[in-house]
Antibody
């Protein structure tokens, strides 16, 4: 079971970035998926989640209207489109597998290694 | 939104000690609580869910209890490999909020 994130990097405030997460070792379309971030030296913050069939999607208030989560079950991939980036979005972004198919409850049982996003001019 | 507050923020204990970490929810969350362990420089790992169910592969010295608003994570006989930051997380409803973390060190 593996989750591998990519797409992070240094970006100027106001610009966009798209993160990807490639899943393997489990039946991807059986589970909801999430993005969780961790600012340098800080705690964990849930960012967004998506159900197995993309029918249910949720966002933290801090990113609502700026970030968009999506998934492609045919490609076993999860995405996070991040627009209008701010300095406070600087963090390590983890892809995390939900224990269940739906997002009605979110327990993160598998985590990727993370991809670092730095927002700075 | 429901807030999750952990105490203490950090602790130092000796190998073999029993360590207890507390997590308090600002409103009742039944038993929809998970605990994660994050070792220095590593990825978070699920330890416990539904407040007291041990995730597969987690050593039995870890245990969880509680319901409603007050929860505890206990490490019986602290080991050097347990040095980590521990986070609680509520999952009764979105947003899926974490506590601020408790850093556990060896004395």
């Amino acid at each position: 079971v593996q989750l591998v994130e990519s797409g992070g990097g240094l970006v100027q405030p106001g610009r966009s970035l798209r993160l990807s997460c490639a899943a393997s070792g489990f039946t991807f379309d059986d589970y909801a998926m999430h993005w969780v971030r961790q600012a340098p030296g800080k705690g964990l913050e849930w960012v967004s989640g998506i159900s197995w069939n993309s029918g249910s999607i949720g966002y933290a208030d801090s990113v609502k209207g700026r970030f968009t989560i999506s998934r492609d079950n045919a490609k076993n991939s999860l995405y996070l489109q991040m627009n209008s980036l701010r300095a406070e979005d600087t963090a390590l972004y983890y892809c995390a597998k939900n224990q269940e198919a739906v997002t009605a409850s979110a327990v993160f049982d598998i985590w990727g290694q993370g991809t670092m996003v730095t927002v700075s001019s | 939104d429901i807030q999750m507050t952990q105490s203490p923020s950090s602790l130092s204990a000796s190998v073999g000690d029993r360590v207890t970490i507390t997590c308090r929810a600002s409103q009742g969350i039944s038993n929809y609580l998970a605990w994660y362990q994050q070792k220095p420089g590593k990825v978070p790992k699920l330890l416990i869910y539904t407040a007291s169910t041990l995730q597969s592969g987690v050593p039995s010295r870890f245990s969880g209890s509680g319901s409603g608003t007050d929860f505890t994570l206990t490490i019986n006989s602290l080991q050097p490999e347990d040095v980590a930051t521990y986070y609680c997380q509520k999952y009764n409803s979105a947003p899926w909020t974490f506590g601020q973390g408790t850093k556990v060190e060896i004395k």
